[in-house]
Structure formats: structure tokens, C-alpha cells
């Protein structure tokens, strides 16, 4: 099986119902994606799939295979991170760290859809759980990047 | 149980212990070099600070990043007292000697009522504060927990700093033949006459042989670092995935684990056959049940997907438990009619409550409880072994390395040294990594790969069903009014499960006896809390229910200050006075106290107008050495409680980093909602009933509130923050939602 991931093509032979998240953390060892729940209900495995969060802990690999992955290591580099990397260092958003690649990418998604979010736009597109509760920074951060984007 | 003197109590815990070592004073903490060996051209010049070639500082960090910032905080105590700027400080794991043991913890299991005991103490108390110091410092266990990391540290790490920088100003005065006094560190590097100016590393082989004559912290006027905000140096790893948790290490040829455990708890294995064909699995490996875990097995296979799908299709039988199987139901009416009976050991006691409560104009009775609740940290319960040629290496998310290590080498049967216990950043703690059931699973099934590396994470549903939780209580609350209708007697009586005891029999610590001492983690924030009743008598009943309980973020307090500070509320309304009003009234000896409850009332504008159908609630409670009041301001949004905004005021002591403090408040209040409107584990026929976040609900973003924190300025000594800010969520909104409906409601969580 081929998959497309950060835009380099890997070719791949597992059982073609395994998960995506599985196979990025124990196939392809790229472990900033995370499992939290297994049945897609805290977010911590979220990839962007075509640029839509998708949460891999319930999407067999076979599903995306053809589609455009792309992880947390992919989101940005040390020296040019991307702007809500950027705001969440700056809102000093990550406590234990655990959930945050999820949570960063689907605000990917939200501000690809809504550039300019309100604070409802982010209750309801950001689903993820956060056990340490950064919510709040996280919502700041949002905000802070989508001023920065504007 | 008798009643005993709690000051007797703890000297009869600690007195078991001692064990003809003189009173080690704070200073050997500092350790030597010896204790701080990297083997990577550093050179260490005490337990703490090493200094790098470059010049670059490196600390010997025993504590563990599960998100409070504590790498952090230290970091800022060594830049503080060296001169040094945070980005030149590096980490290094500490090793297992004892200097990096817990002391801090260990007094904070002492029972001391905070209001009565602070400034001069009397001699019993200041014995027995030295006598569990002397023992805590003997037993030397390396934890992160009750929120003690910043206290613990402050005085040693600042002077190890600074000892490490006197000495390297003797070496370079001795180098460049100037006097000391006209040498001085800027930015990490020494400066002397004429500009002259070189780095650490230039002195280090020197300073390693001096043995400077006095060291001086520095005045808090000077402190350039303590107190400001400081952006966090582990956060941009936790933004571009490339932070390692324990469930993240890979290693060549690494195997993956997962488990299944008996389903009924307290269940264990009938009948397993280990060589049936499951696909997808390499190996079923049968487990012994140490550190109190659950029975059960684990089972092998080529990534963690194959263990887990491999582990539904596996057949075996399970055995009941034998004292027949346990229902939470059943286990709260046992604690409420214990409650009834009995008073259980008394933790304090003042006046005579029992005579007040005879001349009574008015008795006033309130019964409540708190369910049993999981810990549920993000990062599933997971580590890492490799067992070969002899050489044991655990890796492992862990609150307690030192004990994980002993643990390690008592299974694998390989001396302590030989076992290399490596701590990865946590993903959550709340107490739930002071545990070593996991560990001890990963290192049988390790014993059986052949000196292939394996990692064993469980499922969601495993975490679940398998926690250590915090204990079941019920607890009667009772307060007479005199004759002028004033609140002069506060009884309680609580009932639950004693978590130390259970605690140090599973991980070994050697204080363990064979009759439970009192634990003042059961009674914490009801014997202590600072209202001047004249009567007062709180104690507590333990009870042994058969159900696995552990430490769960701010422990008692969780639970208690929901207790006390709704029955204040309650009386409050009893006595027609203002719910603030008369707090306020009860703290006139408690200046500390009433500065933070009026802070988060101005802040909050208690009093002031709201938004129709809204209201504010309010509570006060003191854990951890530090002093927290919340205003929460909520309403009711189709017919479900919304919490819009919650005010709190801090009292912590000196405060390292003002932004860890807000972050660490904002952390507390959503942790501390989730559990007042969600957090319960219920347990039918043995069976726990939650599985997962599906059916145990975690605060979502859009249910979670506005904050502010506000810190009262101290100078006193730091004491907690982790912790402190849990505790009043649950009164102050349920104080809130009482004010909005008239509904009382006096059961853990509020929307059961």
C-alpha cells in the first residue's frame, strides 16, 4: 500500500484495516501523533487528511491511502514554525504537552476554514480534550494567530 | 479505634524509623560531584551543578515534567543564584542518591493544623517536624507529588547555586590573581577589572577542588529572575510532536505489549492457556500481581495495534473474587451508617462541642458524599523495558523513579545497580504515576522476550477499569447556634478508605506497618480549615472497602472543601448572614485567610450586579501551604449548569514564576469542574462502569470558563501550586448554583 505523509510517499505493507495512527507511531515511528482514546472521543490522534483534522485512531490506513497526510512534525520547522506554533509559545498554551499536536492541528483546520474565528467558531469547531485544561490559552492562541495571519 | 493525640500518632510512625543516624542537616544536601557523574567531559561541582566545557550549567534535575512547569521553576532558582541566563542551563536526569529525596512531602504528611500551628511553634510540634524531616531525608524517596517540588527545592538548589558559583569566583581569582571581591558574574560569565571576561568553563576543573568558605544566598531585592514571568523551555518541544513521552521511546527491535486484566475487580485468572493461536500475537504472557495490580496478562505483538486487536480474541477464563464482588451503592450506604455510629479517630479537637451542642437553641445536620473518581491522564498508563545481559533499563513516565527502580530490580532479580530507570516527560500525572502497577507488568513481560525491548501501553478501557481512585466518603456535618444564634460548635465525622497506608504498602516504603497509622490525607481541609468556632471536633473513620485508592490531584482536599465550604454556605443561609459576610467574620485571627478571600470577592465584585440569571458562589480553602479563594459566576443554559467566570485569589508564598501560577489556576479550576459536574466511577457487580471519554465525560472547551488569577505578594517561603487551586471549584459553584435554584446539593458530581 502507498500513503502520501509530510509529502514524502511510503510504501507499505500492513494489515489494511490497522489504524493511520498506528501505523504513523509503530510502523513509521513518528510518535507526535498521539493515542488518547482509541474511539475517536479525545482528539490526541489528529492528522490533517487533505487538510481536514481527521482523528487516525479510526481511520484505517487503506481509507487514506491516495490522500495528503500530514502530521504535527510536519507543521512547521524551528526556524519558520507556523504562525499557531508560534502562538502557542507565545500564550505558553502546552502543559503536559500530551494533547497539543491534536489540538494544534485542528486548529489548522479551523482557521483554513475561518480565518477570523469568534470565540463560538472555536467552542465548537475544537472538540479535543485537554486533561490539564489549556482551553483557555488555547482559545487565546487561536486568536493571537489569526491576528498574526490577517 | 481509641482515640489518640495526633502529635503521639505521627511520632509513633516516625519513631518506628529511626534508626541511630544523626539529624542530617539541610546543608548535606548539597551532595558531592560523586553523586552527579555524566561521563561527558562535564565537571560537577556538588550533588546539583555541573559546569559544562562551553560554560554551559547543567542541573540535576530529580523531579518530573507531567505539566506544572517544575523543570522550569528549578531552572529559574539555579539561573537566579549563578547568574546565569535560563537558555545555558541544560538538564541531566539526577541519579538515586538520597539527596534528592522528598523531604518537603514527607512534612506535609504531618498533621499540623495551619492557623494554630503557624509562627512559634510549640516544642512537640517542632520535635516532630525534626524527627519526620530526619526520617524523610533517611529514606531519601525521589517523588513528584502534593505539590511540594518548589518548597522542597528552594533552599537546597538556590544553595548549591550558589556555593557552585562562590567557588568558581574563588577559582578565577586565583587564575587571574585578583581579589574575589573585585570579580563578578554577569550573564554567565565572570567579569574581572578592565572587562576582563571569560566563561564557567574556563574555572570549572579548579572550583571542583575548592571548598568555598561561605555562601550567602542572595537578598530578594536583588533577585533578577525569581518572580518574573518566564516562558517555559519545555513548551516548543510540546508543539512540534518531538517531546518524549513515555509511551513514545522506540528502540531497535522493540516489541509491543498490551493488557488485559480481570474484569471484575479483585477477579483473577481460572484458567489461561498461554500457547493458543491468536493472530497478530508473538506471546501470552501470564502475570504476578505486584504493587497492587489488578490479575491478569499481557500479550506480545509487532506494534501496539496487533496487542490490542490480539487481546479481544484471546480465551480465558476468570475467576470471581473471593470476598464476592463489589458495588459502590452498597459501599456508600456502609459509610453512611458508619458515620452514624462511631467517631473514629479524632485529628482535632478544641472546646466542647459536645456540651454546646446540648445547650443548643439549634442543631443544624447536613449529610454529604463524594464518589470514587479515576485519574484519566491523557497519556495511557505505559513503560518500556529491555532486559540483556544482565543490564535492566526501564523506561517509564514515572511520580516515583527511585521506588520504580527497586521495584524493577526485585522483579527482574537483578541488583539495584545494574538497573537503569529512565524518566520520560508525563503526559498527566494527578497522582496516578506514583503507581507501579505498569511497571511492574512491563517488567515480567520483558523477562520473556529474550532481550528484545518491549513497551507495554494499556488501552483507554484498561486505565479505566484499573485505576487507583480516589476514595469513595461520606461525611456528617453538624454546627449548633447559642442562644444569640451564632454558629459556636462544627462536628465532623468522615468516613472512606485511608489512601497512605494502602499507598506505602504498594510501593514499599518501609513505613508501612502492620497497623495503619492515621492518615491525615483522609481528614485534610476539614481539621484544619481556619473559621474560629469555639467547639470543634473533626475526625475521621478509615475503612477497608476493597476497592483500589490512590492520590488524586489535591487528595482530601478534593473532596473535603467541597464538604466544608457548602456547609458554610449552608450556614451562612441558616443564619441570614451574607455568604462572604460571614466567612469574614470567622477570620479575624486568620489574616492570611481573609486577605485572599477579599481579594477574589473585590475582584469578583461580589455583591455587585450580574446578568439575569446569573449568580456568584464563593469559597475559601487553604492546601498545600498555600491559600485559595474562587468566585464562580454561573447560570443555567437549558437546563444544565454553564460556569462563565471563575476569580481566584492565591496566597503561595514567594513565587518563582507568576505565569506557571496562572497556568497552574487555570489547570485546577477545569480539572476541578470536571469532576464536580462529571467525575464518578461507579461499580456494579465488580464491575467498573465507565470505559472511557465517552461515558467519563472531561470539561470540553466549550463548557470551560473565563479565569483570572490574582497573587497575593508574600514573602513567605513558596508553598504549593498544583494543587491548591482543585479544592474550591466544586463549593463555589455549587454555592453558585444554590443561589440560582434554592437546590442544596450535597453529592458529588452535581449533575448526577
Not at chain 2, 573585585?182 to 565572570?190: P, R, S
Request: aromatic share 6%; glycine share 8%; hydrophobic share 40%.
Amino acid at each position: 500500500m502507498q500513503l502520501t505523509i509530510n509529502d514524502k510517499s511510503v510504501e507499505l505493507t500492513v494489515d489494511p484495516s490497522m489504524p493511520l495512527l498506528w501505523v504513523i507511531r509503530d510502523v513509521l515511528n513518528m510518535t507526535g501523533t498521539k493515542y488518547g482514546c482509541g474511539i475517536a472521543a479525545c482528539g490526541a490522534c489528529t492528522v490533517l487528511v487533505n487538510g481536514r483534522a481527521t482523528r487516525s485512531c479510526v481511520t484505517p490506513v487503506e481509507s487514506v491511502s491516495g490522500a495528503k497526510i500530514t502530521t504535527i512534525e510536519y507543521l512547521g520547522t524551528p526556524e519558520k514554525p507556523h504562525p499557531l506554533q508560534a502562538a502557542w509559545i507565545q500564550e505558553q498554551v502546552p502543559q503536559c504537552g500530551y494533547c497539543q499536536s491534536g489540538m494544534l492541528l485542528a486548529a489548522v483546520d479551523l482557521l483554513t476554514r475561518k480565518p477570523k474565528p469568534t470565540d463560538a467558531d472555536i467552542d465548537e469547531a475544537m472538540s479535543n480534550i485537554c486533561r490539564c485544561g489549556t482551553y483557555q490559552r488555547v482559545k487565546a492562541a487561536i486568536h493571537t494567530a489569526a491576528k498574526e495571519r490577517a | 479505634m481509641k482515640r489518640r493525640t495526633m502529635i503521639l500518632s505521627t511520632l509513633g510512625v516516625a519513631g518506628a524509623l529511626i534508626v541511630g543516624w544523626g539529624a542530617l542537616p539541610a546543608r548535606s544536601r548539597l551532595g558531592s560531584p560523586d553523586n552527579f557523574l555524566t561521563g561527558d567531559g562535564a565537571i560537577s561541582l556538588n550533588g546539583w551543578i555541573q559546569i559544562a566545557p562551553d560554560g554551559s550549567v547543567g542541573l540535576a534535575m530529580n523531579k518530573s515534567e507531567m505539566g506544572q512547569g517544575i523543570f522550569n521553576a528549578l531552572m529559574m532558582l539555579v539561573a537566579e543564584e549563578l547568574n546565569a541566563p535560563m537558555a545555558s542551563i541544560y538538564l541531566h536526569q539526577a541519579a538515586y542518591d538520597g539527596i534528592y529525596g522528598n523531604v518537603a512531602l514527607f512534612m506535609g504528611a504531618l498533621p499540623l493544623h495551619p492557623v494554630v500551628n503557624d509562627g512559634e511553634k510549640p516544642f512537640i510540634m517542632k520535635s516532630s517536624e525534626w524527627l519526620v524531616g530526619k526520617v524523610a531525608r533517611e529514606l531519601g524517596i525521589n517523588a513528584t507529588g502534593g505539590s511540594t517540588s518548589v518548597a522542597d527545592s528552594w533552599l537546597n538548589l538556590r544553595y548549591a547555586a550558589a556555593t557552585a558559583k562562590a567557588s568558581l569566583l574563588m577559582a578565577a581569582s586565583k587564575q587571574w590573581n585578583v581579589p574575589a571581591k573585585d570579580l563578578q558574574v554577569i550573564n554567565g560569565k565572570i567579569i574581572g577589572p578592565g572587562g576582563k571576561s571569560a566563561h564557567f568553563g574556563d574555572f570549572a576543573k579548579e572550583a571542583a577542588a575548592l571548598t568555598p568558605n561561605e555562601v550567602a544566598l542572595k537578598d530578594r531585592k536583588e533577585w533578577e529572575v525569581i518572580g518574573r514571568d518566564t516562558k517555559r523551555v519545555d513548551i516548543p518541544s510540546k508543539t512540534d510532536g518531538s517531546a518524549i513521552f513515555g509511551i513514545d521511546i522506540r528502540l531497535p527491535n522493540m516489541l509491543y505489549a498490551t493488557i488485559v486484566q480481570a474484569p471484575m475487580m479483585g477477579g483473577s485468572i481460572k484458567e489461561l492457556d498461554t500457547n493458543q493461536n491468536v493472530p497478530g500475537l508473538l506471546k501470552i504472557v501470564p502475570l504476578k500481581s505486584y504493587a497492587g495490580s489488578a490479575n491478569g496478562f499481557a500479550v506480545v505483538g509487532k506494534t501496539t495495534w496487533d496487542a490490542m486487536q490480539g487481546s479481544k480474541q484471546v480465551k480465558v477464563q476468570w475467576a470471581e473474587r473471593k470476598d464476592g464482588a463489589i458495588n459502590t451503592d452498597q459501599i456508600l450506604k456502609t459509610l453512611q451508617e458508619n458515620i452514624k455510629k462511631d467517631n473514629g479517630f479524632t485529628f482535632y479537637k478544641t472546646g466542647d462541642t459536645t456540651e454546646a451542642e446540648k445547650k443548643a437553641r439549634k442543631v443544624i445536620e447536613a449529610s454529604y458524599s463524594a464518589p470514587y473518581l479515576a485519574h484519566a491522564t491523557l497519556e495511557p498508563m505505559n513503560c518500556t523495558v529491555q532486559i540483556k545481559d544482565g543490564q535492566v533499563d526501564v523506561w517509564v513516565p514515572t511520580q516515583i523513579p527511585g521506588l520504580a527502580r527497586a521495584l524493577a530490580a526485585k522483579i527482574a532479580n537483578a541488583p539495584v545497580a545494574k538497573v537503569n530507570l529512565h524518566v520520560t516527560l508525563l503526559g498527566g500525572g494527578f497522582g496516578r504515576r506514583l503507581e507501579l502497577d505498569f511497571v511492574s507488568q512491563a517488567v515480567q513481560v520483558a523477562m520473556t522476550t529474550d532481550g528484545r525491548p518491549v513497551q507495554l501501553t494499556w488501552s483507554r478501557e484498561q486505565d479505566m477499569a484499573n485505576d487507583f481512585y480516589r476514595p469513595m466518603q461520606a461525611t456528617q456535618l453538624k454546627a449548633s447556634l447559642n442562644e444569640k444564634g451564632q454558629v459556636d460548635s462544627l462536628r465532623i465525622v468522615s468516613a472512606g478508605d485511608a489512601i497512605t497506608p494502602r499507598w506505602m504498602e504498594r510501593v514499599s516504603i518501609p513505613l508501612a506497618g502492620p497497623i495503619d497509622a492515621p492518615d491525615k490525607t483522609a481528614s485534610e481541609g476539614l481539621f484544619d480549615f481556619p473559621y474560629a468556632f469555639t467547639n470543634q471536633h473533626i475526625s475521621h473513620i478509615p475503612t477497608h472497602m476493597g476497592v483500589p485508592i490512590g492520590y488524586w490531584r489535591s487528595v482530601g482536599h478534593s473532596q473535603n472543601a467541597f464538604f466544608l465550604e457548602s456547609f458554610m454556605d449552608e450556614l451562612a443561609y441558616a443564619t441570614k448572614q451574607d455568604p462572604l459576610a460571614f466567612r469574614e467574620s470567622l477570620l479575624t485571627d486568620a489574616p492570611r485567610y481573609l486577605a485572599v478571600l477579599q481579594l477574589a470577592a473585590k475582584k469578583a465584585n461580589w455583591g455587585g450586579p450580574l446578568p439575569s440569571g446569573h449568580a456568584r458562589g464563593i469559597a475559601l480553602h487553604e492546601s498545600f501551604g498555600s491559600i485559595v479563594a474562587e468566585v464562580v459566576e454561573a447560570s443555567i443554559q437549558n437546563g444544565k449548569p454553564q460556569v462563565h467566570r471563575v476569580v481566584c485569589a492565591i496566597d503561595c508564598g514567594t513565587v518563582i514564576n507568576p505565569n506557571t501560577v496562572a497556568q497552574q489556576i487555570q489547570s485546577s479550576v477545569n480539572f476541578g469542574l470536571t469532576a464536580a459536574l462529571y467525575g464518578k466511577i461507579d461499580i456494579k457487580d465488580g464491575v467498573v462502569q465507565q470505559t472511557n471519554f465517552n461515558n467519563y465525560p472531561i470539561l470540553s472547551m466549550s463548557e470551560s470558563p473565563q479565569v483570572e488569577t490574582w497573587i497575593v505578594p508574600s514573602t513567605r517561603a513558596p508553598a504549593g501550586v498544583g494543587e491548591p487551586g482543585v479544592p474550591p471549584v466544586a463549593p463555589a459553584l455549587s454555592n453558585a448554583l444554590f443561589a440560582l435554584t434554592g437546590n442544596r446539593i450535597r453529592k458529588l458530581p452535581l449533575l448526577a
